[in-house]
């Protein structure tokens, strides 16, 4: 059994700011810093360092190659990205203030280039009961997610970032939902503000998709996982976080990652709490992921 991640591969330009720049207002930084990046690339690399076999999927342009030796370095299978030459790769412009906040303006390039002849050569390597990890920054998502489900293939879902396109995408075909509760009140149409969050978000999911299973993300109140038959809430590793731009992705890998190795829910979604706790502690997205020994041995 192995994963296939299908996803973005960005250029991450990191500006260190003392705060977010303001409609009409002229900053300068106080440093600028180059990272690998992509909600894709950093989930095939917390996979991969979750110790599960890993391939990737995705696009980039000719200024994107040092992307894939990262990917490689981390013990990913890259032979299913795409180098194209007519298209710069993705990129992200990223704020990252003092308080270790981010946020994150994003240049699709490449990863709106995935053509459907691209996704039926990736899927001929993967059979029923593989898992297919997907995010929200690349181009033909519903054609992906049937061909996905046709194979037999277990979907991961992580909604990010967030709009319409979600909303017609096959998600009944989705087998595990990752996300925050933002997302999940979108996907159901309600609002989050007044009371209807966290295990009620959670289950309203699973009653609009029977058979799902989905992971709620609540920022410091924790996280929770919820299914038809039980409940498990997970508390967060309070650190001292410095950079919080791969915290989600670290927990998304870690977490399926877990479950491909045989671990218990509880237990996986404790190891990716671990492992989203020392990201957040460390500069830059892809960089900050721990690998598994790291994990396995953390304590505060």
């Given at each position: 059994m192995k994963v296939l991640c299908f996803g973005s591969l960005n250029i991450d330009y990191r500006y260190k700011v003392d705060h977010f720049v303001q409609k009409g207002e002229t900053m300068s930084s106080l440093g600028l810093q180059v990272f690998t990046g992509g909600k894709g690339l950093n989930q095939s690399i917390a996979l991969a360092k979750a110790g599960v076999e890993t391939w990737h999927a995705g696009a980039i342009g000719e200024d994107g190659k040092f992307l894939v030796d990262e990917m490689e370095a981390a013990g990913v299978n890259t032979s299913c990205v795409a180098v194209l030459s007519d298209v710069r790769s993705g990129n992200a412009i990223i704020q990252n203030d003092k308080e270790g906040d981010n946020c994150i303006l994003l240049y699709g390039g490449a990863n709106q280039a995935i053509t459907e002849a691209q996704v039926d050569e990736v899927m001929s390597h993967f059979e029923s009961g593989d898992f297919l990890v997907l995010q929200n920054e690349?181009?033909?998502?519903?054609?992906?997610?049937?061909?996905?489900?046709?194979?037999?293939?277990?979907?991961?879902?992580?909604?990010?970032?967030?709009?319409e396109k979600i909303l017609e995408l096959p998600l009944q075909y989705v087998t595990y939902f990752m996300l925050n509760e933002v997302e999940a009140g979108q996907i159901l149409g309600v609002d989050t503000k007044n009371g209807f969050e966290g295990e009620?978000?959670?289950?309203?999911?699973?009653?609009?998709?029977?058979?799902?299973?989905?992971?709620?993300?609540?920022?410091s109140a924790g996280s929770i996982y919820v299914d038809e038959n039980q409940v498990v809430p997970q508390s967060v590793y309070r650190v001292k976080a410095v950079d919080t731009t791969a915290a989600g992705d670290t927990f998304t890998g870690f977490f399926i990652g877990g479950l491909l190795r045989g671990l218990e829910v509880k237990d996986a979604m404790d190891q990716a709490s671990r492992a989203?706790?020392?990201?957040?502690?460390?500069?830059?997205?892809a960089p900050s992921i721990p690998v598994l020994a790291e994990v396995e041995k953390f304590e505060l």
């Amino acid at each position: 059994m192995k994963v296939l991640c299908f996803g973005s591969l960005n250029i991450d330009y990191r500006y260190k700011v003392d705060h977010f720049v303001q409609k009409g207002e002229t900053m300068s930084s106080l440093g600028l810093q180059v990272f690998t990046g992509g909600k894709g690339l950093n989930q095939s690399i917390a996979l991969a360092k979750a110790g599960v076999e890993t391939w990737h999927a995705g696009a980039i342009g000719e200024d994107g190659k040092f992307l894939v030796d990262e990917m490689e370095a981390a013990g990913v299978n890259t032979s299913c990205v795409a180098v194209l030459s007519d298209v710069r790769s993705g990129n992200a412009i990223i704020q990252n203030d003092k308080e270790g906040d981010n946020c994150i303006l994003l240049y699709g390039g490449a990863n709106q280039a995935i053509t459907e002849a691209q996704v039926d050569e990736v899927m001929s390597h993967f059979e029923s009961g593989d898992f297919l990890v997907l995010q929200n920054e690349i181009n033909n998502l519903p054609y992906i997610m049937e061909k996905a489900h046709a194979i037999g293939m277990k979907i991961v879902l992580n909604p990010s970032p967030m709009n319409e396109k979600i909303l017609e995408l096959p998600l009944q075909y989705v087998t595990y939902f990752m996300l925050n509760e933002v997302e999940a009140g979108q996907i159901l149409g309600v609002d989050t503000k007044n009371g209807f969050e966290g295990e009620k978000l959670a289950k309203a999911l699973i009653e609009k998709f029977p058979g799902s299973s989905i992971v709620l993300t609540m920022g410091s109140a924790g996280s929770i996982y919820v299914d038809e038959n039980q409940v498990v809430p997970q508390s967060v590793y309070r650190v001292k976080a410095v950079d919080t731009t791969a915290a989600g992705d670290t927990f998304t890998g870690f977490f399926i990652g877990g479950l491909l190795r045989g671990l218990e829910v509880k237990d996986a979604m404790d190891q990716a709490s671990r492992a989203s706790a020392i990201a957040v502690t460390r500069q830059g997205a892809a960089p900050s992921i721990p690998v598994l020994a790291e994990v396995e041995k953390f304590e505060l």
